[in-house]
Structures are given as C-alpha cells and as structure tokens.
C-alpha cells in the first residue's frame, strides 16, 4: 500500500548538480531508504542508502565523495544530492525503502519502490 514518488530527475552537463526527492504515501517503518540506478541493458546497481532511525549513511564507489544521501523523517522524504556528475550517471534513478531487517545493498532487500526519475549527463 505504501507508494514511493520521486522528482528532480532531468539533463545537465557534465560536472553539473541535481537533487532528487522521494516521498513516501505514508510511514514505511522500514530499516533503509535507498537509491538505485539502471541504465537500458544494465542490472539495477545500488547508489546510497541511509537508516531511518539512525541516519547512517552508506555509498557505492563510484558516487562516494560526490552524492549525498539524506532525509527528513517528519515528511517522510528522501534526497539524493548529485553533485560533479558524469556521463556514466546517465540512468534511471530508483528510491526504494525496506521492512525492518535485509541488506541495504541488495535490491531484493526492498519492498517499497518508486517509478524512477530519469538522469542523463552530455559531455
């Protein structure tokens, strides 16, 4: 029953910014809140996530030092600020957030899902 909408997807040049938004229909009591992204042809790959109770925050290597993952608990919103990005961003952006327990990591761990945002990055 709990649906996830996502926004701020869009174009930017390389080393541009963007912010993406993630709200939830209502409280998800879930461990994690978490991006992903999947390009035409690719396996969805794990970008960030961030405990709920905690707000302890966890990144791929390939976005580290240059995404941010956070949230706001009150209005039961994710963000994810992408900054100096590049082409190999280009994706579909995913939120997603988990029940209690699983691997934030692993997409199979959630069960809550947006409709994906699109992010394309021109050199």
């Known amino acids: 029953q709990v649906q996830l909408v996502e926004s701020g997807g869009g174009l930017v040049q390389t080393g541009g910014s963007l912010r993406l938004s993630c709200t939830a229909s209502e409280r998800t009591f879930s461990s994690y809140m978490g991006w992903f992204r999947q390009a035409p042809g690719k396996e969805r790959e794990f970008v960030a996530a961030i405990s709920w109770g905690g707000g302890s925050t966890n990144y791929a290597d390939s976005v580290k030092g240059r995404f941010t993952i956070s949230r706001d608990n009150a209005k039961n919103t994710g963000y994810l600020q992408m900054n100096s990005l590049k082409p190999e961003d280009t994706a579909v952006y995913y939120c997603?957030?988990?029940?209690?327990?699983?691997?934030?990591?692993?997409?199979?761990?959630?069960?809550?899902w947006g409709q994906g945002t699109q992010v394309t990055v021109s050199s």
């Open positions: 997603a957030a988990t029940k209690r327990g699983g691997t934030y990591s692993k997409a199979s761990s959630y069960d809550y």
